[in-house]
């Protein structure tokens, strides 16, 4: 099983949260203030101390604002060695100028910084390093490069579980789920990460799960083959059988537009030889 390596770098001590350097002053200025109790419970100069507290609340309230329109002005730059396995394992990305290119690492910082991971599957939930993170914004990214929505709302919690996982909803074992009334995603990144770089053995649950919030999103509007034919065509480019796909996601029955959804980017010259039409089609999709 292939693990992604962990990179730690000098981008940890950029400004992501624009919003907590904002804050500082103003909690300084509020204990300022509040520090003439300790002398004087009764000194009135203690109710100037409401005007930082009220700059705080609001900074508090409208922090995912001004942290995305820092983040918009001052784009940060992403690890060489994060974008080497980016490279290394999306052709979508392989693919694009260095124009867009810098216009994809730029919605991925967006993008990682507007929305709440999370691990679980440990003893207790633990955060997300960096470096994973943007290993799967890469999906979402690819999928709405072309759209307006490319935070691709209202989905703003990725969950990831350390395997398979069983859920209120599916008390069996599964390694996808997606919850648009929530804006969850979740899935197990063992099962992921190796999909990644071994797309050829591994069926990648990272990407069916975004394919299946994306076209909860936005609506379907491909006319497909009949889903034997469907299946037939994933079968032949990839290997991957109905069954096969089945025991990966832990559902009997995989929804096949996600799957020719995920077929398109973890496969796609091979869908383009077997069936231009339908590799056409899910490209006006996305456009």
């Known amino acids: 099983m292939t693990t992604i390596v962990l990179i730690y770098s000098q981008e940890r001590m950029k400004i992501y949260k624009f919003s907590n350097v904002l804050s500082l002053p103003f909690a300084l200025v509020f204990l300022f203030f509040m520090s003439f109790l300790i002398n004087d419970t009764h000194d009135m100069r203690v109710a100037w101390a409401t005007l930082p507290l009220v700059c705080l609340v609001l900074i508090y309230l409208f922090q995912p604002q001004i942290d995305y329109w820092w983040l918009t002005k001052h784009p940060l730059e992403i690890d060489k060695e994060v974008l080497i396995l980016i490279s290394r394992c999306n052709s979508f990305y392989r693919n694009l100028s260095e124009i867009e290119k810098e216009e994809f690492n730029k919605r991925m910082v967006l993008y990682v910084n507007g929305r709440e991971f999370s691990a679980k599957g440990m003893e207790k939930d633990t955060g997300v390093p960096y470096d994973i993170q943007y290993m799967i914004a890469q999906v979402p990214i690819s999928m709405t490069f072309n759209k307006k929505n490319f935070l691709l709302n209202p989905y703003e919690r990725i969950i990831l579980y350390k ?10 074992l599964h390694t996808v789920e997606t919850h648009q009334e929530d804006g969850v995603i979740l899935f197990s990144m063992e099962h992921a990460e190796a999909a990644f770089f071994i797309n050829d053995q591994y069926y990648n649950v990272a990407w069916h799960a975004f ?26 480019i990839s290997n991957f059988s109905k069954n096969k796909i089945s025991n990966t996601i832990g559902f009997a029955e995989p929804d096949i537009k996600t799957v020719l959804m995920v077929m398109f980017f973890t496969h796609g010259d091979g869908l383009r030889k077997r069936n231009e039409e339908l590799y056409s089609q899910l490209e006006s999709y996305l456009a």
Request: glycine fraction near 0%; hydrophobic fraction near 35%.
């Open 163 to 172: 395997h398979a996982f069983p859920s209120p909803q599916y008390r069996f």
């Open 211 to 236: 394919a299946e919030a994306f076209i909860q999103t936005n609506k379907w509007s491909i006319t497909l083959p009949d889903e034997e034919t469907c299946w037939e065509t994933i079968t032949m």
